[in-house]
Structures are given as structure tokens and as C-alpha cells.
């Protein structure tokens, strides 16, 4: 049978394509023209100069390349925090699918208010408890909150919900497979498309997190992506003062830089994406 496809829809469709696409296009544009073009033309053209690889080259030399360090913190910070939620949350979903033990729905109420909760109104609490532990300024302060994530725990147990026969579980106990064992080898590959889109919602949160990290973190040595090219944009805002290098196209060069982690994180896993949806597909 032939799907009917409707106009309207699907100029919808490409409007918000191109309205999602726009600032990115923006961003590759404006990273290839020096300084002046970049004040002197209109910023969907590109400039008289093609400076996108003296900009990165400048990008590696300002400050000791220190944007580097920025961006080696900010994968370390996105890995380790989204690696560590995404388990974590595949655990707890499952284990609250599963299992029915006393206090679960008082467990489910607090996952529900914690998601409710907006990350920015946690983040001063956070520093005040942090800073009786003598964690602030450290990686630990970036990381340790990152690992917990409400509402990945809560979308994984709708999945596992489905995902994970009750069937295929008691075959395993009968077969004498201790619960660990059984997670890891049964429930957790059936998991995996559910696994993945935790895993990049909260890479995307913690990739681009900016507020908990700015009160948190002193050194800029430490300092993610975020924070680091958002003190460049002040600097460069404040009119240069003792500065070596115009600022703004190292800014938009590195927000470019920026965004390709991400990029390629999505174009890899989506396939986990398709897998889960074909798999979904197929009536057992």
C-alpha cells in the first residue's frame, strides 16, 4: 500500500530542517573568513580569504593551545559522565522493570520529581556540598553529577519494559544464571538501542554544560569547551584589551571544532537507533 504524502507536511518538514540547519551553516561559513571579512560581509557569503586553517593553526597557538586542553576536558568530562549515567541508568531501569520489591513506587515518585527538576537550580547546592568535601575545582565536580540522569533512568525502564521478555529471564534462573549474569548477558544486549539514546542525550547535556562548571571550576586548565570559549567571547566583547590575536574567529572556529564530536557521535550510533526500530518491528 502506497503512504500519501501531504504538502504541507512536508514543507513543515523542510522548514524546521532549515531552521535547525541554519546556525550550523552559519557557524562553517563565518569559521573560513579572517577578522575583517568578518565584519564586512554578509555572514551567509563567504569572505575574500578562505582562513579556516589559519584560524584552526592560531587556535592551536593562543595561550599555549590551550583550547586543546579545553577540549580534551570536555571529552573526558562527556565520556566519562555519559558513559557512566547511561550504565547506570540501564541498571536502574532495569532492575525497576523487573523487580517488584518493597518502596518501588516511592523510587518511581522520586525519579519523576527529580526529572522534573531543571539541572541550573541544583548547581548551587551542588557547589556548597562539593566545596564541604573539598571537591570543588576538581574533575570529580564536573563529572559525579553528570553521572546521575532521572530521566534516562525512567526512559530505560519504559523501554526494558518491552524490551526484555520475562520470558527469556525465567529460562535463564531455571537454567541457574545469577541476576548479574543475566543483566549483562541477556537484558543489557536487548537494551542496547534504549542504551544509545540515554548515552546521547547525555553526552549532548554534558558536551555542552556550562553553568555547573563555571562555579565550580577556578583553573582554566580545567575549564570545558563551554566555559573556555565563553570567557574568549567576553574578552573579545570587552574590546581586546592586551590581546595578541582577534578573538572572534577563534571563537566561531572553535564552536565549528566543537560541534564535530557530536556530529560523529550521532552519524555512528544511529544504527543502534535503526536496529532497535527494526527489531521492534518484528512481532515475536
Not at 569572505?47 to 599555549?64: I, K, M, P, W
Not at 555547573?212 to 569547551?225: A, C, M
Amino acid at each position: 500500500m502506497r503512504v500519501r504524502r501531504s504538502p504541507v507536511l512536508t514543507v513543515v518538514c523542510w522548514a524546521l530542517l532549515g531552521y535547525f540547519l541554519l546556525p550550523l551553516v552559519w557557524l562553517l561559513v563565518n569559521a573560513t573568513k579572517t577578522n575583517s571579512d568578518l565584519f564586512s560581509t554578509f555572514g551567509l557569503r563567504f569572505g575574500t580569504e578562505f582562513a579556516l586553517f589559519d584560524n584552526v593553526r592560531a587556535l592551536a597557538t593562543y595561550q599555549d593551545g590551550i583550547f586543546f586542553r579545553w577540549f580534551a576536558n570536555t571529552v573526558l568530562y562527556a565520556v566519562v559522565g555519559a558513559g557512566g549515567a547511561a550504565v547506570f541508568a540501564a541498571m536502574g531501569g532495569y532492575a525497576l522493570a523487573k523487580y517488584r520489591f518493597t518502596g518501588r513506587r516511592g523510587v518511581l515518585a522520586a525519579v519523576l520529581g527529580a526529572a522534573a527538576v531543571p539541572g541550573t537550580a541544583l548547581a548551587v547546592p551542588t557547589y556548597l556540598l562539593f566545596s564541604q568535601w573539598g571537591l570543588v575545582n576538581t574533575e570529580a565536580a564536573v563529572i559525579l553529577p553528570a553521572l546521575a540522569s532521572p530521566f534516562g533512568l525512567f526512559l530505560m525502564m519504559i523501554y526494558a519494559q518491552d524490551a526484555v521478555p520475562d520470558s527469556l529471564i525465567e529460562a535463564a534462573r531455571i537454567d541457574g544464571a545469577r541476576e548479574g549474569r543475566i543483566f549483562w548477558s541477556i537484558g543489557f544486549r536487548l537494551l542496547v538501542p534504549g542504551f544509545v539514546t540515554v548515552l546521547l542525550f547525555q553526552l549532548v547535556a554534558t558536551w555542552n554544560n556550562y553553568f555547573l562548571p563555571l562555579i565550580v571550576l577556578n583553573e582554566s586548565d580545567k575549564f570545558p569547551l563551554t566555559v573556555g570559549l565563553s570567557l574568549w567571547n567576553k574578552l573579545a566583547n570587552a574590546g581586546g584589551v592586551n590581546l595578541t590575536e582577534p578573538l572572534y574567529p577563534l571563537v566561531i572556529t572553535g564552536s565549528l571544532l566543537a560541534v564535530v564530536p557530536l556530529v560523529v557521535a550521532f552519524v555512528v550510533l544511529q544504527r543502534y537507533w535503526q536496529s532497535g526500530i527494526a527489531a521492534g518491528g518484528v512481532k515475536q
